[in-house]
Nanobody, 123 residues
Framework: QVQLAEAGGGLVQAGGSLRLSCAAS????????MGWFRQAPGKEREFVAA????????NYADSVKGRFTISRDNAKNTGYLQMNSLKPDDTAVYYC????????????????WGQGTQVTVSS
């Protein structure tokens, strides 16, 4: 079992920044992948970014490349999503997830999910 707890969401103006965190506990290993997904109102949940926990291998959705950065702190067993140059289209509930397929962008490859944190970007 893996438990995930997100934090760091909030309201920010367009062009601003936020950093989300995801604390992992339980059976979370270096071979795991931590991913971030988001779901906007009335839309399907979509992939944002992923990182293989034991390496620097990352994967990003095209819509966030160059603006978002995924990282991890092994000592704290915590992942981060640094979001810069935020746009109103980034407004969504952001979820972190844990899985076994390296940096996958597919929801079905993630077994454990956090409860989500709301990010709202005002124009």
């Amino acid at each position: 079992q893996v438990q995930l707890a997100e934090a760091g969401g909030g309201l920010v103006q367009a062009g601003g920044s936020l950093r989300l965190s995801c604390a992992a506990s339980g059976r979370f290993y270096s071979s795991n992948t931590m991913g971030w997904f988001r779901q906007a109102p009335g839309k399907e949940r979509e992939f944002v970014a992923a990182i293989v926990w034991g390496s620097d291998y990352t994967n990003y959705a095209d819509s966030v490349k160059g603006r978002f950065t995924i990282s991890r702190d092994n000592a704290k067993n915590t992942g981060y999503l640094q979001m810069n140059s935020l746009k109103p289209d980034d407004t969504a509930v952001y979820y972190c997830a844990a899985g076994w397929v390296a940096a996958s962008n597919k929801q079905s490859h993630y077994e454990y999910w956090g409860q989500g944190t709301q990010v709202t970007v005002s124009s």
